[in-house]
């Protein structure tokens, strides 16, 4: 009875489990393989579903900004914006003490109608002079006619050599006297440009007051700071009133609200097939969640290193190959409800570049 009982004990144990051995090999092989298949479908799935999407971390937001400046000195008169306030194209920044601006333009405005007056008068005198001139030649026609006669007279001894030549000394003076009125109103007329009948904004020196009081109104335009365009103000107190301002010197800190878009530097080799226009999705560190769409505004022509102040690593000798990045555009479509955006924000951009794989790219 026990040596029956050993006997049947396998044919319990294969029933149990139900297979046979060769049927355990078999499917251990199957998922072998099966388990390789997959990863192998996995894996190509993945591959021609990639290749579309350019993305990268590497983005920060970018923004029309400048140090306000003006191109006059003076004291600081009034500043009525304050730290952070969102200001429209033309609001008044800050002021220049307006006096010594308006003395400079009331002075160069008497110097224009000095000008013009002094037109008048050379206008006035040229007609003086040709009417002396006019007179000193009929003079002259005088002064002939008695030289001549007494020419004739003192040959017959009627009149005394000595009248005669006093005679003709007088011509001869009063000859002179003609050309140095001539010469005279010939002066006149070039300072009024050989026009004597010149319009006084036409004259060379009236022009010239003229521009000196567009300068001094230029000046007192400038001595007023505007915005530039629609932003918002910075470090305002590095100004105070009171305080002297040289020109040129930097006020405060300026940075648009208006002209914002994001400057990505994704790497060389991911740009292969993305082009201007191709749409854009991104999303920035400080809003979770919240995404904007926006397109490729421009690809640059050229690496930064490009433009680099130290020369590039393969001019030397000891070059090593390094992937660099190129930058881009984005151009965000920004809507009202959006939130604010500012300047040197991180952003995650993601490229749709719409390029397709196929299994025939790998031949």
Do not use: C
């Amino acid at each position: 009875m026990s040596h029956s009982s050993t006997a049947y004990q396998p044919n319990v144990d294969s029933q149990r489990t139900g297979m046979t051995r060769a049927q355990r090999t078999r499917l251990r092989w199957l998922l072998m393989v099966g388990g390789v298949l997959a990863v192998a479908v996995a894996g190509g799935i993945w591959w021609l579903s990639g290749g579309r999407w350019v993305d990268t971390d590497d983005a920060y937001v970018q923004a029309d900004s400048l140090t306000l400046s003006t191109d006059v000195s003076g004291v600081v008169a009034d500043i009525p914006v304050h730290e952070g306030q969102d200001v429209k194209q033309g609001t008044v920044l800050f002021r220049l003490d307006p006096l010594k601006f308006q003395i400079a333009l009331q002075n160069a405005s008497a110097n224009l109608a000095q000008a013009r007056l002094a037109v008048e008068s050379m206008k006035a005198d040229y007609q003086a002079a040709l009417r002396d001139a006019r007179a000193k030649q009929q003079q002259v026609i005088a002064d002939q006619l008695t030289y001549d006669r007494f020419a004739a007279l003192v040959k017959a001894h009627a009149v005394t050599q000595q009248a005669t030549d006093d005679a003709h000394y007088k011509l001869t003076a009063d000859q002179e006297a003609v050309s140095a009125a001539e010469a005279k109103a010939r002066a006149i007329l070039a300072k009024l440009d050989n026009n004597p009948d010149l319009a006084p904004q036409d004259a060379p020196s009236v022009r010239q007051a003229q521009a000196q009081v567009n300068e001094a109104a230029r000046e007192l335009s400038h001595s007023v700071v505007r915005a530039p365009y629609n932003g918002i103000v910075t470090q305002v107190n590095k100004l105070q009133p009171g305080m002297y301002l040289p020109a040129g010197i930097a006020a405060f800190g300026f940075v648009s609200t208006d002209h914002v878009w994001v400057e990505a530097e994704p790497k060389e080799t991911q740009l292969t097939y993305a082009h201007k226009n191709d749409p854009v999705d991104v999303s920035f560190d400080l809003y979770p969640g919240h995404v904007w769409h926006g397109v490729v505004e421009d690809i640059a022509p050229a690496t930064d290193q490009n433009f680099s102040l130290l020369p590039a690593q393969n001019s030397s000798g000891n070059w090593v190959k390094v992937v660099q990045r190129i930058p881009v555009r984005v151009r965000l479509d920004i809507k009202a409800d959006d939130p604010p955006l500012r300047a040197g924000m991180s952003a995650e951009v993601d490229i749709d570049t719409g390029h397709v794989r196929h299994l025939s790219d790998l031949f």
